[in-house]
């Protein structure tokens, strides 16, 4: 398979670095291609604005998502948004490796969001979710917390891992933009304990002998959603 590895974090001998540098030396022995944009290292340009186009359409009255459907057809993207495109439209498989800040994803892989999941190239008005741009690749977040396991449970003091936290970037941006998003790999709380970091690289290198096993995450197809975009009776 080809693999793209999305990396956001600013040090390289963290925990995260760690987790990286294995699943490139794991994947690539086990005859995978891999690529890693290394988001710190690359300074990827966090924060969309005019100059993510080569032209605009419309300098009078600066509009992001309709400059992104122009620069689609244009091909008139900046080259650090159009190197990720390609990227991710020469990938199978995509791995998000980053720590869990605010909740959410470090503000660096945010605006590879904003900047590089464009209008007319991930999405439009009948092309998101199961037919989005990039149906057909599958996604895996992993990630690193602070707080433990038990805090991210349903009445934990931080919320279900899944439903509350991880779902506007499973959902919201991985399925919206027509990837699968399988099961997330979570190592918590890796600051604390020697042991625990030993155990969770052989957890991780395990999960990456078999990555076309791990089981996706069930979300509705769109059609199961009517014109006033609410869930049809029947699925509810
Ligand atoms: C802005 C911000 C917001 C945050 N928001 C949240 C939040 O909302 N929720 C939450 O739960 N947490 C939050 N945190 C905490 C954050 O998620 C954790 O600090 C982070 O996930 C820990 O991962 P790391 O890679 O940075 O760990 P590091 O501290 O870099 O690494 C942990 C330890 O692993 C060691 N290590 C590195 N490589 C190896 C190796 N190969 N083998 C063994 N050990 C190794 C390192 O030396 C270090 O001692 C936040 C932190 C920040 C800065």
Same mark, same amino acid.
Not at 34 to 37: A, E, G, I, M, Q
Not at 76 to 83: L, R
């Given at each position: 398979m080809n693999i793209l590895i999305i990396y956001a974090h600013p040090?390289?001998?963290s925990f995260n670095g760690a987790l990286k540098d294995l699943a490139v030396s794991e994947l690539t022995s086990l005859g995978h291609h891999?690529?890693?944009?290394d988001l710190y290292t690359m300074n990827f340009k966090a924060v969309a604005g005019r100059e993510d186009f080569i032209e605009l359409q419309n300098d009078k009255f600066f509009k992001y998502a309709v400059e992104q459907k122009n620069a689609v057809k244009t091909k008139?993207? &900046?080259?650090?948004? @159009?190197?990720e495109q390609e990227k991710l439209l020469w990938a199978d498989f995509v791995i998000f490796q980053f720590p869990l800040w605010w909740y959410s994803v470090p503000a660096i892989l945010?605006?590879?969001f904003d900047r590089v999941f464009a209008s007319g190239f991930i999405y439009s008005g009948d092309m998101r979710y199961d037919t989005g741009g990039l149906k057909g690749r599958k996604a895996m977040l992993s990630i690193t917390t602070g707080s433990p396991k038990h805090?991210?449970?349903p009445f934990?003091?931080?919320g279900d891992i899944h439903e509350k936290i991880l779902y506007h970037i499973n959902h919201g941006m991985l399925y919206f933009s027509g990837m699968e998003p399988v099961e997330p790999f979570?190592?918590?709380?890796? &600051?604390?304990d020697e @042991?625990?970091?030993?155990m969770y690289l052989e957890r991780y290198k395990e999960r990456l002998n078999r990555l076309t096993e791990i089981p996706s995450i069930r979300y509705h197809s769109s059609t199961n959603y009517g014109p006033d975009h609410q869930l049809k009776d029947k699925y509810r």
């Open positions: 040090e390289p001998k891999v690529k890693v944009s008139g993207f &900046s080259k650090d948004i @159009e190197e945010k605006g590879w805090a991210y449970t934990g003091m931080d979570i190592a918590w709380t890796p &600051s604390h @042991e625990d970091r030993q």
